[in-house]
């Protein structure tokens, strides 16, 4: 029988949701494994660099590691059922929401976590069987909770303090009314079947705010929401039906795009500009930082300075690469979203993702 490919990853962990639902989508054989610390600290560290999930490990010795990185790697060998649409409109969209996804949920998904306090004993209970999974209760426990010490620690970073906290609260309720008004509508985000926004923003979704124990049924009282939350959650032996014609955008995701552009285009414009300042200051440097200096969230009316992280970039780099954001019919769309100020100039320096840091290219 030959070796599948192994997928380390834990179920609290986004990036791995979004991996594993789009697997099981593809129908890509593969084994999940939860990594303990010694695989962390002896395999995925050495591997990639540092210790992150998901990782890849596949029968020819090939690492991977970045979820998106991931995807694209897959697509490129399985071309059924792709998930990223073949017209330009729809591509954007739905690439726009992996964006929105990937970088800006984790405020809410790290906030929800950890600031509810009766998320806390849960939590360290998974940290700890899956990174000890031999050891007794209290050792896990004691070892768990220093990781999530850590995790926790993200949140001032990323600007989410006492002040922010019910501001962004607002803001995700809003969205996942949203959500649940479109997917009354739509089977999935673009339509009859399921595009690259649809796994990442199920992994931000089921991995933190489904999952975990507080607050309780943030999710489950959106009923739509909630139906297709458990549709990406499951085998995809449903009938799958065709993207709209004609490049078209469903009614009501439109808003929820512009939603997550008032929300999100700030920080990617101050993400670029970071960018442009320190190729300017280090023209001899390759590493690029994981941070260029400080930025600003604001989020409904209320504002915080937070790290100004580089990642984003190469996300913003990556919608430009496989989507031709030139034609005029596109540029009135990003407009329209209020996405212009992000995707109407040339970005001021290549970049590339390699062992799972940034470097130029």
Same mark, same amino acid.
């Given at each position: ?161 006492k002040k922010m906290e019910p501001k962004l609260e607002v ?134 300075t937070r790290y100004n992280l580089s990642y984003p970039y ?8 496989? $989507?031709?954001? @030139? /034609?005029?019919?596109? #540029? +009135?769309?990003? *407009? ?5 100020? $992000?995707?109407? @100039? /040339?970005?001021?320096? #290549? +970049?590339?993702? *390699? ?7």
């Open positions: 029988m030959a070796k599948k490919d192994r997928l380390l990853g834990w179920d609290v962990s986004p990036y791995t949701a979004k991996v594993r639902s789009y697997f099981n989508y593809k129908n890509i054989p593969y084994d999940y494994r939860p990594p303990n610390a010694h695989t962390l600290f002896r395999k995925v560290q050495p591997a990639v660099g540092k210790i992150i999930m998901p990782t890849v490990f596949r029968p020819d010795g090939t690492v991977l590691q970045d979820s998106s990185h991931i995807i694209d790697v897959y697509e490129m060998e399985n071309r059924h059922k792709p998930v990223f649409p073949e017209t330009p409109k729809q591509a954007f969209a739905s690439m726009l929401v992996e964006l929105f996804a990937d970088e800006w949920l984790p405020m809410a998904s790290l906030h929800y976590r950890w600031n509810h306090k009766g998320n806390l004993t849960f939590i360290i209970g998974e940290f700890g069987k899956n990174a000890l999974p031999y050891f007794p209760g209290f050792v896990q426990r004691t070892v768990a909770k220093k990781f999530a010490g850590k995790m926790s620690g993200y949140l001032p970073i990323l600007g989410i303090t803001a995700v309720e809003s969205l996942l009314s949203q959500l649940d008004q479109h997917f009354m509508a739509c089977k999935f985000l673009l339509g009859g079947q399921p595009t690259i926004g649809d796994f990442a923003l199920y992994g931000q979704l089921y991995a933190h705010l489904h999952r975990d124990p507080e607050p309780v049924d943030l999710i489950r009282k959106y009923d739509h929401l909630y139906i297709w939350l458990m549709a990406m959650n499951g085998a995809f032996d449903q009938p799958l039906e065709d993207l709209p014609p004609n490049d078209e955008i469903p009614e009501t995701l439109t808003p929820i795009m512009q939603t997550m552009a008032s929300l999100h285009a700030p920080l990617l414009e101050q993400s670029i500009e970071g960018a442009k300042a320190w190729a300017e200051k280090h023209p001899e440097k390759d590493r690029i930082p994981p941070r260029f200096g400080d930025s600003t969230l604001t989020i409904e009316g209320e504002s915080e190469w996300m913003v780099q990556r919608i430009k690469q496989k $989507v031709d954001t @030139e /034609p005029t019919e596109l #540029k +009135v769309f990003i *407009k329209e979203l209020g996405f212009d100020s $992000v995707f109407s @100039e /040339p970005l001021p320096v #290549k +970049v590339e993702l *390699k062992r799972a840091r940034l470097q130029k290219n």
